[in-house]
């Protein structure tokens, strides 16, 4: 059966996630379900093979003794292994809980103490290190796992050993009768937030959220038959388990990144992906190293003449002269943005984080449509979602089909439906506060327009009082200074005082090249500190200013001389600013960017 006539499962084919592996092979067969590089070279695994995969691992854990309901945690990085465990734990019965890999051991620790994990699959003897380390802190631990065993004792389990045990385990009927006893809204995952206030909590996922997904995939077409789906994400994010689920659903082939994030730009041109999930830093990069050097009023000209040209393009309509002769000058640089994905992307969807308009628009104009939704761990990842011919720029679209949306009085955005998450994980309070009347209580603050598109202001918990009673949403304007090629990171403050400032970090990929061509050093401290490195940023500065009223203007900022980091706590392992971290980590910059007068 060829990509373009097999059909997708729908959800009267699949009652749980737990049987999802093994109907997509019933469906797809010998399709390719996934692609890993492996010494150099890509292969191709089948659904019928990932089935059989996931079958014997999951035989494996239970003849370690797994008891349905059992939490299982895996910290790996995103690799077949990662999804093959992760699978068979759900076709086991037993309740998965991911781990970022770029945890620490205490991270580690409260994740898989607070869920009560018995068993642990680490990736290598590095992961392995962070759980021995913390191992007097995890009572319920029994089993700790290995997928690559190299530098790990011949005596620790491993999942090829878990798979051998499988392969030969005559307990089929076992894992039949589990999974027939799955009910939908049983747990099926639990996601630790990232945390960018307190200790993660975390979130309940059923069964029935995630088939809520797919079948939102599937009606939106995201994702669909024979689509090529790269993917770089954390598995332990929202995002990725979205994607991963669709994707055997749909009957996708999903292309596992190479394993170096310094890569995934160079892969996107040998993978050629049809459909790629991403975060917002992957396109602002990527639109950073295409604008640079371009005339901003050419640019402008250009994007605006691409929009157009597309809009004429989804209408039907022939493009204007004027606007063609524009748009073909602008030609060979928007073949050079198509080529850098590959050359046949059909959508891009990012995720996680703001993303600025005017991104979006130069990715639209060059003919490759980057689509923003807008979801939390909460809402199993999903709240709105845009389209290729149904997208209104500046706003994250539209609610989902089955959810609905509503902005409170205060402008919190509120959602209700199948893909509201179940509650935190011992933690009724919490769940409570969240969850009230049905309604899932995001946090976010917002506005609705009349045909239902959703613009994101803030972040209920990030707004600025200052001491003149100005409320500000940070967010704003840092993404602003952020689409600066010289600017990493910008962090808003002003709390209950005069006015706001903010610290900046430079982003060495830019900023060392430039320096060294003014005969500068290439030491980020020292340019931190260089006067024309300061006169770089007080423009930017200055530019954003211009879009804001005095009240919410910056009126001074600082460089600091490192990038933010998740060593130092300041960032989540989704890159998401901890402004707490910050703030407290900095706190004497930030005292010193009072300490004169501001007229």
Known sequence: MTATTRTSLDVATVRTVAELP???????????????????????????????????????????????????????????EWSEAGLAVLAAGAVL????????????????????ARVMICDNAAQLAKIDSVRDRLPDLVTTVIIDPAGVGPVHPTLAGLFAAGHASTRGDELARRQAAIAPDDPSVIIYTSGTTGPAKGCVLTHTNWLALCTIIQELEYVVAGEVVYLFLPLAHVFAQIIQFGALYAGATIVYFGGDPRRVIPELAEVRPTFLPSIPRVFEKLYTLFTAGADPAWLARAVEAGLEVRRCERAGEPVPDDVAATYEAAEPLFAKVRGAFGGRLRKALTGAAPIAASVLEFFHAAGVPVLEGYGMTESAGVGTVTMPDRFR????????????????????????????????????????????????????????????????????????????GKNIAPANLENELRQSRWISHAVMYGDRRPYPVVLVTLDAEEIVPWAREQGLTGDLTALAADPRVRKLIQDVVDAANTHHSRATQVKRFDILDRDLSQDSGELTPTLKVKRSVVHANHAERYDALYSEVVS
């Open 393 to 468: 720029l500046g706003t994250v679209g539209v609610a989902a089909p089955g959810v609905r949306l509503r902005c409170a009085d205060d402008g919190e955005i509120l959602m209700a439906g199948p893909n509201v998450f179940a509650g935190y994980w011992r933690n009724d309070a919490a769940t409570d506060e969240t969850i009230v009347d049905g309604w899932l209580h995001t946090g976010d603050l917002g506005t609705l327009d009349d045909d239902g598109f959703l613009t994101i202001t803030g972040r209920k918990k990030d707004i600025i009082i200052t001491s003149g």
């Open 22 to 80: 093994f109907a997509a092979a019933d469906r797809y067969g010998d399709e390719s379900a996934i692609r890993f590089r492996r010494d150099g070279t890509w292969h191709d695994r089948s659904f019928t093979e990932l089935a059989a995969s996931v079958r014997a691992i999951a035989l494996g854990l239970i003849e370690t003794g797994l008891s349905p309901g059992d939490r299982v945690c895996v910290l790996a990085d995103t690799k077949p």
């Open 97 to 116: 809980v991911p781990i970022y890999p770029s945890s620490s051991p205490d991270e580690c620790a409260w994740v898989a103490g607070n869920s009560g």
